[in-house]
Structure formats: C-alpha cells, structure tokens
C-alpha cells in the first residue's frame, strides 16, 4: 500500500446554505445549496455571466450574502479572522491586480503571510514552499521580473503560484487556464490533479473548456442563471441536450478518444 502524503492536510468541509448574493440592487443568485466535495476536483461550468465567479467569491469570503450563510469547517466563514480562513482557502480571481513593481518571488511570498506571526517570521518553510510552487508553475526562471513585464501566460501562472505556495487544503481557482497556451493549461490542469491526489487538496474551478472541465472534474456543477441546475460525474450530467439547454448550442458528445470522459463537438451554423 502506498505511504500517505506526508504533509496530507486534514479534510476541510465547505458548503453554501441558501445563499442569495447580489451586486446593489441585482440579485444574481438567490437560494442556492451547495455542499463542496471534499478531497475532490470540482468543476463550475456554466455560461458567461450566469454567476460563477460571485459564487466562488462568496465560497472565499469576498463577497457578503445578503442572507443564507457559508460554512467553513462547521462555522460561519463570515465569523471567522480573515487570517484563520487564509490557512483554510485560498482563492485565484478571475482578474487579480498586483501592485506596481512587485515581481514574481514578492508576488508568490505574499502567499506564505498567513502562515507568519510576530513571533514566527519568514521560515526556511515558507522559502521552500515559494520554491516549489515556482518551479511547479514554470516560473522559476521569472522569479526576479517585475509582474508588469510579464505576458499574460505568465502573469497568470505567477498567480496560480501564489495560490499553490499558500498550502491551504482548500483551492478555488477561478478560470485559472485563462491566457495560457494549450501546452500550459495542461500543465495547470495535471498540477491541479498533482495537488488534489499527493496533498489530498480539495479544489473548486471555473473551466470554459467543457472537454478539460469533464476530463479533469471528480464532479461537475452546472449554473445557469444564477442556480445550480445539476451537478455529479461528468459521465452523468453532460450530453448534447444539457449544453444546448444551458449554453443555448448544438453539439454532439462522443467519448473522448483518451480519457473516455464525455468529448462536447460544437455544431456551429455552417457545418451539419
Ligand atoms: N462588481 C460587480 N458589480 C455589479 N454587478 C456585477 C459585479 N460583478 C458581477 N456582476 C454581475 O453579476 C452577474 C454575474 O457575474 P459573474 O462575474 O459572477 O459571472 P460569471 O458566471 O463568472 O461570468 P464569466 O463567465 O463571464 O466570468 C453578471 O450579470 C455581472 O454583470
Ligand atoms: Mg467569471
């Protein structure tokens, strides 16, 4: 039988009890449950604008509900010191902003500030989990470049480092393949699936691609308008009526050559 990981992280529990969340007066997701698989990858899909990015940011603490509640570890996250939810969850935003100048490595360490104290400062730990989350990003080589001189690629994958360097046994990640070439959201993906299987680490993301999200999701869940329509295994949520009834288009779903997990074909106007 195989050794646990070593730094295995205790499971955590997170989940939404009627949750209704709104900007001002728009109202853009009203009484939603949702129970996040722990230890698992789960995947949000939906179409632009249906609220995915509100939910995750409800899920992190960013966003307040208007009523129902987020509980983390059976307390109401909204309860709980910003810095004790930081060594829970971590989350990647759909556009993070860095301030000006910062490079990679200062970007990244600002991960490890929840693991510090007055009394317990900057570790040979926090050095060696920066490391490592660079060199598992690919950017060890960019480690001194301001973040405003990087591409977009590598703007992203300097975020993603940060979420990884920051150990929480809980990852949201909000379209984190954004801006990558196909090669490096691979990379991004099997990272996900590295940190999900060796750190026991459960993850929640936002994929457009609905051939990663079915290949990669433990458990998929779909929004539309603002609910949950459905969520389980990609193999029994996704077929061609489910997309056309969520993302309003044809296509055909076949199983994927590689994977064996359902492959969407988009029909498009001009081809039959
Ligand atoms: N800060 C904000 N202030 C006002 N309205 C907002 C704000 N952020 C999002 N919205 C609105 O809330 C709705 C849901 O937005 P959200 O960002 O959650 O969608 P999404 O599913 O993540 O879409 P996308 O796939 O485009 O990222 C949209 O109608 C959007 O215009
Ligand atoms: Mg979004």
């Known amino acids: ?51 995915k990015s509100t939910l995750l940011r ?11 509640a987020v509980h983390l570890d059976g307390r109401s996250i909204h309860s709980m010191p910003t810095r004790q939810v930081a060594q829970r969850l971590g989350i990647l935003p759909q556009s993070p902003v860095a301030p000006e100048g910062l490079t990679v490595t200062d970007l990244v360490g600002q991960g490890r500030s929840p693991h510090q104290t007055w009394w317990r400062q900057w570790s040979s730990g926090d050095e060696n989990a920066v490391t490592e989350a660079l060199r598992a990003t690919g950017m060890l080589e960019h480690a001194d470049r301001p973040i405003d001189e990087l591409s977009g690629g590598q703007r992203q994958r300097a975020w993603i480092a940060m979420a990884v360097a920051q150990g929480t046994p809980i990852l949201l990640l909000d379209e984190p393949t954004t801006f990558l070439d196909l090669a490096h959201q691979i990379d ?17 993301m936002v994929l457009h ?51 064996g ?12």
């Open 209 to 259: 691609d609905l051939n990663q999200a079915c290949r990669y999701a433990d458990h998929i869940i779909v929004m539309k308008s603002g609910a949950i329509v459905t969520q389980g295994s990609p193999a029994d949520v996704i077929d061609a009526e489910l997309v056309e009834d969520v993302f309003g288009m044809r296509c055909q779903v076949t199983p994927d050559p590689v994977s």
């Open 1 to 51: 039988m195989p050794a646990p990981a070593q730094d295995a992280l205790p499971a955590p529990d997170l989940r939404a009890n009627g949750l209704k969340l709104a900007y001002d007066d728009r109202v853009v997701v009203e009484d939603l449950d949702l129970v996040v698989p722990s230890g698992q990858i789960s995947v949000i899909i939906g179409a632009n604008a249906c609220g």
């Open 58 to 68: 409800a899920l992190a603490r960013l966003l307040p509900p208007r009523s129902g």
């Open 188 to 204: 991004v993906l099997d990272l996900v699936v590295d940190l999900n299987r060796h750190e026991g680490r459960t993850i929640v």
């Open 261 to 272: 997990t359902p492959l969407v074909i988009p029909i498009g106007r001009h081809h039959r």
